[in-house]
């Protein structure tokens, strides 16, 4: 009887174990997820030409095993990590080979292409849709917010007439704020000082965003940071601080290794010498 137990016990653990079995995926499938991984890390790293060749990877071993929705993210991680350096050839090759790109994430990264190639009319356009209706809205979720500075920073580039109504509902939120939005509320907030004609306070509010941009080792803000500061500086006819500025702005630009933004400054750099 003792025996018969034994038996029946051993049979049942069997069956248990099989039934919890764990079915190893393939190593084709997680290629590709291991590439992506590499390429986000670097990616934070701001080592963007590296993430650029482990997206590509990623995207040809999607595209080895016709995972659609692997191809799209690894194109989209793509098309960032070649934004950051402003590598617009290589953004337009690979949005251009995306179908059915509709949806918000898509929409608004198309929007900050047009924003970082300079075409500040045509990227608030793209996001008009998408708008956070500030007058009705009491109170804003944590993504609403996220969404109110992207449509603040976009209208008050394009010099849109909403900049004042959208600049005014965000500086409400400043008691939430992190120190990343801090940073950036300051950058808009000379930005609209700027417009306003309040030049010396524009220059005091873009060196507080410097600071709080420093303080996060936030290497591309702090390049837009002294570039716009160099813009600020040049408006107030000092061109020796504008030089200064711009040579701190073309070391990063170096590090990051940012060819276009490089040869932009040194445009600039060469016309407050002449």
């Not at 029946?8 to 995926?25: F, G, K, M, P, T």
């Not at 007058?135 to 603040?152: A, E, G, H, P, Y």
Request: with cysteine.
């Amino acid at each position: 009887m003792i025996k018969l137990c034994l038996a029946l016990l051993c049979i049942v653990n069997l069956i248990a174990c099989s039934s919890h079995q764990v079915i190893e995926r393939p190593y084709a499938m997680i290629q590709p997820e291991s590439m992506m991984q590499k390429g986000l890390q670097v990616y934070q790293q701001d080592d963007y030409l590296q993430a650029h060749q482990f997206f590509t990877q990623a995207l040809v071993l999607y595209q080895s095993i016709d995972d659609e929705v692997g191809q799209k993210q690894a194109k989209f991680n793509l098309i960032k990590a070649n934004l950051a350096i402003h590598r617009f050839k290589q953004v337009d090759t690979v949005l251009n080979s995306v179908e059915e790109t509709n949806n918000a994430e898509w929409s608004l990264l198309k929007a900050n292409v047009l924003f970082a190639k300079g075409q500040y009319k045509q990227a608030f356009q793209a996001i008009a849709s998408d708008l956070l209706d500030v007058k009705t809205q009491v109170l804003i979720t944590s993504k609403q917010r996220n969404q109110l500075f992207i449509q603040t920073k976009f209208a008050l580039f394009a010099d849109a007439k909403e900049s004042s109504v959208f600049y005014q509902r965000l500086k409400q939120e400043q008691p939430v704020f992190t120190i990343a939005q801090q940073a950036l509320f300051k950058r808009l907030d000379a930005h609209y000082h700027r417009q306003q004609g309040q030049p010396e306070q524009a220059l005091e509010l873009m060196s507080m965003a410097l600071t709080l941009y420093k303080s996060q080792a936030n290497r591309r803000a702090i390049a837009n940071c002294l570039e716009e500061l160099a813009t600020l500086y040049q408006l107030q006819h000092q061109p020796n601080k504008a030089k200064s500025l711009l040579k701190r702005a073309f070391i990063i630009r170096k590090w990051l290794k940012d060819d276009y933004k490089m040869a932009a400054l040194q445009l600039k750099l060469k016309a407050l010498q002449d």
